[in-house]
């Protein structure tokens, strides 16, 4: 479990380098707070946080440098970069090509992300720019190897950078999608029963995982609802349509501690 966890906490801190979730966006913007765009790396991380409240296709060539240079500096921030970029191709499929021409590609974390976020942006516009890219780059096609091609939401959370990518997804579009996925793993905190064999090896890694993921995806939700209003309202929609009761106590803390800390 030590080595799951270790994994789980270094791909949140990666994310949260990215978009300084807790240090910037919260403690020095509020969600229904302007941001101003500035230059400084902390104004782009807030501004990438909110992104879905003031898009600006225009900025997104600095936002895909600044993403790069993010993952560059940790490798863990990747999932947060590739879902926030997913999230941006699949609604401008009309300025991919315009992007791909305009962003210095010199550094290969970058074209590591850009290619990636087109790969899971779902669109025909960005299979075609992600294939012209690999020819340009083809010492990359190891990262699509096996990999299909599909948005976020549909793939299957077997990896804490999928949660990432989810918020990504979300702050770039403001879409339920991303967190109704995220709400849905939330039992995984509470369904841990490891049975009557403890020499089932497979079996036990696996609960751990989905009990670290279950938990992570509790945390992440709370603290992004503290945020952005946007989230809060999803989890009270979800609450309302689930028969599960445990899940809806679960989202019932959730929006409770929410509206507590932000009267």
């Given at each position: ?54 898009p ?51 550094d ?9 976020g ?27 190897k096996?990999?299909?091609m ?43 029963d ?18 670290m ?26 609450r ?24």
């Open positions: 479990m030590h080595q799951i966890f270790t994994q789980l906490t270094n791909s949140l801190a990666g994310f949260l380098l990215l978009c300084c979730l807790a240090a910037v966006a919260g403690a020095e913007q509020t969600a229904q707070s302007k941001v101003l765009p500035g230059d400084g790396e902390q104004d782009i991380s807030a501004y990438l946080t909110f992104y879905y409240q003031r600006d296709p225009a900025r997104i060539p600095e936002l895909i440098d600044f993403c790069g240079k993010a993952v560059g500096e940790k490798p863990s921030a990747l999932g947060g970069a590739m879902g926030f970029l997913a999230g941006i191709f699949h609604h401008n499929p009309q300025h991919l090509q315009q992007w791909r021409k305009e962003v210095n590609f010199k290969s974390a970058t074209r590591k992300v850009f290619l990636l087109l790969w899971h942006a779902d669109s025909r516009e960005a299979k075609r720019q992600a294939n012209i890219f690999l020819l340009q780059h083809p010492d990359l096609k190891f990262l699509i096996g990999r299909k599909r948005p976020f939401i549909g793939v299957p959370i077997d990896h804490p950078m999928i949660l990432d990518a989810l918020w990504g997804d979300f702050m770039a579009t403001g879409e339920a999608a991303p967190v109704e996925r995220i709400i849905a793993v939330l039992p995984w905190a509470w369904q841990y490891p049975g009557n064999n403890p020499q089932d090896t497979q079996r036990y890694r696996q609960l751990d995982f989905r009990f993921i279950g938990g992570a995806a509790q945390w992440s939700l709370a603290s992004n609802a503290r945020q952005h209003p946007r989230v809060l309202a999803i989890c009270e929609t979800a309302g349509k689930t028969s599960d009761t445990k899940l809806a106590d679960a989202l019932t803390k959730i929006i409770t501690s929410t509206k507590a800390k932000n009267p």
